[in-house]
């Protein structure tokens, strides 16, 4: 255990710089903070940097539970004052503990595997919708993710809350090209299911529940008109009441339950 008395400190700088993308991306780092989201980066063996932790949470059972975890796994921590702790966190009631952890970046060859359920996310804005795709993609069993250009950034704070550790569960891959891309997947015999208002077909008529990609559109435009063009089938979710869509999150929840149910049956 090392201590840290000053807000000037090297580490304690770079972790109030990696609230910002910019940082992020140039460093190649995130904050994972909270209790759940440290012992989850522990548990999955994520490259961990640096962990800091507040006084405080020596104070409680949960606190001297992780503190084990950390201990037995040789990474070393730093400890700092409730106050300095409280300016580096991105939470309004701090748990006590963060890490530094490293960004795994993915290929399009990692995502591909034997089954292939693969959700797509077209230029999805919100950080709570993204960080619950992402939560519900790992509870569905999905076996990866493709982020489009002008996605928000999945190592924000509130995405991250949103996962509840799922981050680590899963691969995430971000491309540079949407449509090349899909090519690259029908080449590999992935057929790709878009949700669209126009859908051709109602979602629970998909036939499919192996090498199937779903895609989902930004909150207020959907997918573009040249991402559904190259999808495979225009797929719809049926709307018996007045509203005329459905949170992105929870569609996509709902596609992917489908495809889960189909494997079931």
């Known amino acids: ?13 770079e972790i109030k710089s990696l609230e ?13 903070e909270g209790v759940r989201f440290v012992e ?16 405080t949470l020596f104070k409680n059972d949960m606190g001297k539970d992780i503190l084990t975890l950390i201990n037995s796994k040789g990474i070393n921590y730093y400890t ?33 595997s034997g089954a292939n359920r ?7 804005q919100d950080p709570g919708n993204m960080g619950t795709i992402i939560r519900t993609a790992d509870a569905s ?12 950034d999945i190592y924000n704070q509130k995405v991250l809350r949103s996962t509840m550790g799922s981050i ?20 590999k015999g992935i057929r790709t299911y878009a949700a669209h208002l126009n859908g051709t077909i109602n979602y629970y008529d998909m036939n499919e529940y192996d090498n199937i990609a779903i895609i989902i559109g930004n909150e207020g435009n959907g997918i573009s008109n040249e991402t559904a063009d190259s999808a495979d089938i225009l797929v719809k979710i049926p709307m ?13 929840g709902i596609l992917m339950y489908e495809i889960v149910r189909k494997v079931r049956e």
Do not use: W
């Not at 680590?168 to 080449?187: C, V």
């Open 1 to 13: 255990m090392n201590i840290i008395t000053s807000n000037q400190n090297s580490i304690i700088k």
């Open 20 to 32: 910002k993308r910019k940082y992020r991306q140039e460093l190649g780092l995130f904050i994972a």
């Open 40 to 55: 989850e980066a522990l548990k999955e063996n994520a490259n961990i940097k640096e962990i800091i932790v507040s006084e």
């Open 80 to 112: 700092v004052s409730e106050k300095i702790f409280n300016e580096i966190s991105g939470t309004q009631t701090p748990q006590g503990i963060m890490a530094v952890v490293e960004i795994k970046e993915f290929t399009l060859e990692d995502i591909i």
């Open 118 to 124: 693969i959700i797509i996310l077209e230029s999805l």
């Open 141 to 152: 069993g999905m076996t990866g993710i493709i982020l489009s250009k002008g996605c928000v």
């Open 168 to 187: 680590f569960h899963l691969p995430i891959h971000q491309t540079e090209d949407l449509n090349k891309t899909l090519e690259a997947l029908r080449s």
């Open 240 to 252: 018996h009441g007045k509203a005329e869509s459905l949170n992105a999150s929870v569609a996509a």
